[in-house]
């Protein structure tokens, strides 16, 4: 039991960053299509349970610990290239605009301008990536209860004294929520690989794809329902519920705060423990901190503009390659299936 709650919180730490945790996702994915945003909420977490599964399963049952082992299910040649690389690079994305949000809401409390505390966060987080991935994934299983306890709680406590306001718009919504799959859950898969095989059992995958995607709903739901009350109202800013957590009260907000340089923290080093796998940088500090500094160039750009610009392109392509992805795992576990059985 207690590997099933550490596997499906570390994939929900490893969800929950900045763009989610701060409202600016949801914002930009959901409450825009108004009522219908609800439908693509309701996409994401099927898909989300789907490819976890099809993952943490197919990892189960080949018995593979590796993100090298779980690349083993793909041809040999140019489809496996493209997705190894492909996972590396939309890890980059989001360990970018992971640094750039460390940068905003360090701004916001110390006197400290935002790329002075990029580089911090940059530089530390270099650090911890040259001990090992396999570290970082498990600390995340903690502060993924922590977090996703938070931001309910928080929700919760904002919509207590809010009415629920609905919209309007249709299909797109779902399309929507199929490319945020694409981005957030690609960049995931090194860490299911790497945990799905502690897992004692076919229940047990099921039982993690469930939780955390029961989870994610939830969160997202409450979120959504919060950030529609307010949005086109008031100026949300770049991270929206912080923004509303402080309109409710400073203590509310210190705490929302925390929670969101907690999921920053989380994603930062999930993204940056799938680079080390991906592109097998893991434990060589040269290359490390080679790709930090580049991430941290880029986290320039903006925290805003990178999740509106960085994440939507690499949602499309992350969208299709989740697909391709899923497709292979069903494939192994059939055929893995029918060897044993048959």
Do not use: W
Request: charged share 10%; hydrophobic share 50%; with cysteine.
């Amino acid at each position: 039991m207690k590997i099933i709650i550490i596997s499906s919180y570390s994939y929900i730490a490893a969800v929950i960053g900045a763009g989610f945790a701060s409202g600016q996702e949801i914002m930009c994915y959901f409450v825009r299509f108004g009522r219908y945003g609800f439908l693509g909420i309701l996409c994401f977490a099927i898909v989300f349970a789907i490819f976890s599964f099809s993952v943490i399963y197919t990892c189960k049952l080949l018995n593979i610990s590796t993100f090298d082992g779980f690349l083993c299910i793909f041809p040999r040649g140019t489809l496996r290239t493209v997705v190894k690389y492909s996972i590396g690079i939309f890890s980059f994305a989001v360990y970018a605009v992971m640094i750039s949000a460390v940068g905003g809401i360090g701004a916001m409390v110390t006197p400290l301008s935002q790329p002075i505390c990029s580089l911090i966060c940059a530089s530390l987080c270099a650090l911890l990536l040259c001990r090992g991935a396999d570290g970082v994934f498990n600390i995340n299983g903690v502060l993924g209860v922590i977090l996703t306890i938070g931001i309910i709680a928080c929700c919760m406590y904002i919509l207590r004294y809010r009415e629920y306001h609905t919209f309007s718009q249709a299909a797109s919504a779902i399309s929507d929520s199929y490319v945020y799959s694409g981005y957030n859950l690609i960049s995931l898969t090194p860490v299911m690989a790497v945990l799905g095989a502690q897992l004692s059992s076919g229940r047990a995958a099921a039982a993690v794809s469930t939780i955390s995607a029961t989870a994610l709903f939830i969160m997202t739901a409450l979120m959504y329902t919060v950030l529609s009350i307010y949005a086109h109202k008031i100026d949300l800013g770049e991270f929206p519920m912080l923004t509303l957590a402080y309109r409710q009260n400073p203590i509310l907000g210190a705490l929302y705060y925390i929670m969101l340089a907690g999921s920053i923290l989380t994603t930062l080093l999930s993204s940056g423990g799938s680079i080390t796998e991906s592109f097998g940088f893991d434990k060589k500090p040269f290359p490390v901190f080679m790709v930090t500094a580049i991430a941290y160039l880029l986290s320039g750009a903006g925290f805003g503009r990178l999740v509106n610009t960085a994440y939507r392109f690499c949602g499309i392509a992350g969208a299709f390659l989740l697909t391709v992805i899923t497709i292979f795992c069903i494939r192994a576990i059939i055929t893995t299936v029918k060897e044993k059985y048959l």
